[in-house]
């Protein structure tokens, strides 16, 4: 006889929790195609893109940005904003570090101007990283 026991508190907490963390990742996805099918639908000449997209993505993805910190503090345990926080000092840092010293070893004529995708891959990458080791050490 294999009856199925009702779940504990708990176990309820973290199916809730499981689920609102798939609802994160889906509208994430969700907001980040929208963002590179209407970049690539509006895209102009010479790496332009329309004005009235260039405000209509900022206005997106400020939202994204911080509607996913909201929702993300709700589904966040002590332990994952633990990483979350380092994770973000991580690349905060990388990025204080980087930007200073390229701008001016640029200004001194030694390298080129600094690239502002190339900082943010930088930074992005720091704070991944960052988050991934301290989430799976």
Same mark, same amino acid.
């Given at each position: *006889?294999?009856?199925?026991?009702?779940?504990? @508190?708990?176990? &309820?907490?973290?199916?809730? &929790?499981?689920?609102?963390?798939?609802?994160?990742? $889906?509208?994430? *996805?969700?907001?980040?195609? $929208? *963002?590179?099918?209407?970049?690539?639908?509006?895209?102009?000449?010479? =790496?332009?893109?329309?004005?009235?997209?260039?405000?209509?993505?900022? =206005?997106?993805?400020?939202?994204?940005?911080?509607?996913?910190?909201?929702?993300?503090?709700?589904?966040?345990? @002590?332990? @994952?904003?633990?990483?979350?926080?380092?994770?973000?000092?991580?690349?905060?840092?990388?990025? $204080?570090?980087?930007?200073?010293?390229?701008?001016?070893?640029?200004? =001194? =004529?030694?390298?080129? @101007?600094?690239?502002?995708?190339?900082?943010?891959?930088?930074?992005?990458?720091?704070? *991944?990283?960052?988050?991934?080791?301290?989430?799976?050490?």
């Amino acid at each position: *006889m294999t009856g199925s026991k009702p779940m504990g @508190e708990g176990e &309820r907490a973290e199916a809730v &929790r499981k689920r609102r963390t798939a609802i994160l990742f $889906a509208a994430s *996805m969700v907001v980040g195609v $929208a *963002m590179v099918v209407g970049t690539a639908i509006f895209k102009q000449g010479h =790496g332009r893109i329309a004005p009235g997209w260039a405000i209509a993505f900022v =206005g997106l993805y400020l939202l994204a940005v911080f509607g996913s910190w909201r929702f993300a503090c709700r589904v966040s345990d @002590e332990v @994952e904003l633990r990483a979350n926080v380092g994770a973000l000092a991580t690349g905060g840092t990388a990025y $204080a570090l980087v930007y200073p010293s390229w701008y001016f070893l640029w200004r =001194g =004529g030694l390298v080129p @101007e600094p690239s502002h995708e190339a900082l943010f891959v930088i930074a992005f990458v720091a704070t *991944m990283s960052a988050y991934l080791w301290k989430r799976f050490r």
